[in-house]
């Protein structure tokens, strides 16, 4: 997974400029030989500049493509387990998946990247805002190198400890939520019932090997929240694909 950074912040200002109304001036004596001219036009008020946004977008809190003014967001989107994200109505900086990789519609990966030391962790930070206006990192990365295949018992904790890392040095105190992915090979009940046993693990791994935050909650998706196709163009299985649709996402609010 390839990350970039694209993260800012601005402000709309709304600027009116009005006209002056000047008044007529008086007449002079009636015994003089000349007049006052006639008193000058009311100027016209200049109209007010405004930014314009495309129909039903929202003003947006992040200067996501360098251009000193927030980029508006169009609609919000649910990626399941309490994740509601506000959607940018272009978004300039996405995250590039692996070669052969093809995301799926409206797919979470394709939201702006945020750049980080991830040195240690096999994967990416994805940026937005909640329904609330809440600044969300999500870090993304693959799970087949902590867990063997249809387990949930760690393989190897160096990715987790770089996490913590990561969460410690960047994101302390914020509110996290584990969330378990699976590829859509096997049973949806297994695959839902692997993704929360991999989820409650690598959360007793944080909650037990000192992350800052304010508090760890862990769900299960199982294969319902795939961020690329699993089938390629002809039909063919896309391995690449399901190993990248077999992952965790942390979730974490920040404070």
Do not use: W
């Not at 002056?20 to 008193?39: F, I, M, N, V, Y």
């Not at 200067?63 to 609609?75: A, E």
């Not at 693959?142 to 040095?169: K, W």
């Amino acid at each position: 997974m390839r990350l970039r950074q694209s993260v800012g912040a601005g402000a709309l200002v709304l600027l009116l400029v009005a006209g002056c109304d000047s008044g007529p001036s008086a007449a002079g004596p009636a015994s003089a030989t000349t007049t006052a001219p006639e008193a000058s036009a009311t100027e016209a008020a200049e109209p007010a500049e405004s930014v314009s946004l495309p129909p039903g977008a929202q003003p947006g809190l992040d200067d996501l493509n360098g251009d000193s003014t927030p980029d508006p967001t169009c609609g919000q989107q649910d990626f399941g387990g309490g994740l509601v994200l506000r959607i940018p109505c272009t978004v300039p900086n996405p995250n590039d998946p692996e070669d052969g990789v093809r995301l799926v519609k409206d797919s979470l990966y394709r939201l702006p990247a945020l750049d980080a030391d991830l040195t240690g962790i096999s994967g990416s930070l994805v940026t937005a805002r909640d329904a609330a206006g809440k600044k969300v990192v999500i870090v993304v990365f693959n799970s087949d190198n902590l867990f063997a295949t249809g387990s949930d018992q760690l393989s190897e904790n160096n990715t987790l400890a770089a996490v913590i890392t990561l969460i410690n040095a960047k994101f302390p105190g914020s509110t996290i939520q584990v969330r378990g992915h699976t590829d859509t090979t096997g049973t949806a009940a297994s695959n839902q019932a692997l993704s929360e046993r991999r989820a409650g693990t690598v959360k007793g791994y944080l909650t037990g090997h000192g992350t800052s935050a304010a508090a760890v909650t862990s769900v299960g998706l199982g294969s319902s929240r795939p961020l690329a196709e699993e089938t390629n163009a002809d039909g063919s299985p896309s391995l690449p694909g399901r190993a990248f649709n077999r992952r965790v996402e942390i979730s974490l609010r920040r404070p």
